[in-house]
């Protein structure tokens, strides 16, 4: 499992118990906005016809230490029906080896056990590991640049599938508007998409939450009620969600 510690404010034996107290409350918030939100409102580009380069690096936002600001920008892509009682999150890296093989192992089942029978929905956040995968950032963005034309999941396969021909590229915007073509999205849109900084702000939000979430590897997976409240982190496997599905079905 790809691991990446990421820098974060650490509260040492030192600190009050007012501050730790008021930490933990934090994280419920986004836990909560993650439960309620489900699929979240999708961030601006920010300025993005006036950057010309590529962006393949989070971008500095302000106030993401405020959950509510945080959840406004975060935006997680959903699967099935978005009534379903149940929800599945994954914090995925599209870079990442053990996300690949979730994906080819794990995902097909949960996707027909739950997703496909209504009993859950499925919600994709990005979690690029930037220190340790190079293209993790732009393979995100271009997730997001196939959204735009409907075509997320789809897209989703196709970088999973192909994982290990884009990763060892020194560049791999070519192939990854060649995917983008070979599914019929319109190629300059999607072109001009990636070569911008459209969504950098939207994947940055979301690395935000995971680090905020304190996860820090992916894939990262948590299941609970679709109607709020907390959810559980569980093991990135099919007995972990099965366990966890049935004990949020059950209000457990």
């Known amino acids: 499992m790809s691991k990446k510690k990421r820098e974060r404010k650490q509260y040492g034996s030192g600190e009050t118990a007012v501050t730790a107290k008021n930490e933990m409350t934090k994280f419920y918030w986004i836990l909560g906005i ?9 961030g601006y580009s920010v300025g993005s016809k006036a950057m010309a ?18 959840g406004e920008l975060a935006h997680g892509v959903v699967k099935g029906d978005p009534n379903a009682p ?4 994954e914090f995925a890296d599209f870079q990442c080896p053990a996300c690949q093989q979730f994906y080819q192992q794990v995902e097909p089942m949960v996707q027909a056990e739950f997703v496909a029978t209504g009993k859950a ?12 995968h190079n ?16 075509k997320f999941w789809e897209y989703h396969d196709v970088l999973y599938r192909n994982q290990n021909r884009w990763v060892p590229e020194g560049n791999p915007a070519k192939t990854l508007e060649g995917y ?10 999607f072109k001009g998409c990636l070569e911008s900084d459209k969504h950098a702000d939207l994947v940055t939000a979301n690395m935000e939450m995971a680090s905020q979430l304190q996860l820090e590897g992916t894939p990262s997976v948590l299941v609970g009620s679709s109607k709020g409240g907390m ?21 457990g």
Not at 86 to 89: E, K, W
Not at 121 to 132: C, E, I, M, N
Not at 237 to 242: F, H, L, M, P, T
Request: proline share 3%.
């Open 135 to 150: 293209h993790a950032f732009l393979a995100a963005r271009a997730g997001h640049c196939a959204e735009d034309q409907n």
């Open 53 to 70: 380069n590529t962006v393949s690096a989070p971008i500095q936002l302000a106030g993401m230490d405020d959950p509510t600001k945080l």
């Open 180 to 189: 983008a073509k070979d599914l019929g999205m319109d190629a300059d849109t």
């Open 231 to 251: 959810r559980r982190r569980v093991a990135a496997s099919i007995e972990g969600i099965r366990e966890a599905v049935e004990l949020a079905t059950n209000g």
């Open 34 to 42: 993650v439960a309620v939100l489900g699929v979240g409102i999708v």
């Open 86 to 89: 149940v929800t599945i999150v």
């Open 121 to 132: 929905k499925y919600l994709y956040y990005d979690f690029p590991l930037v220190s340790v």
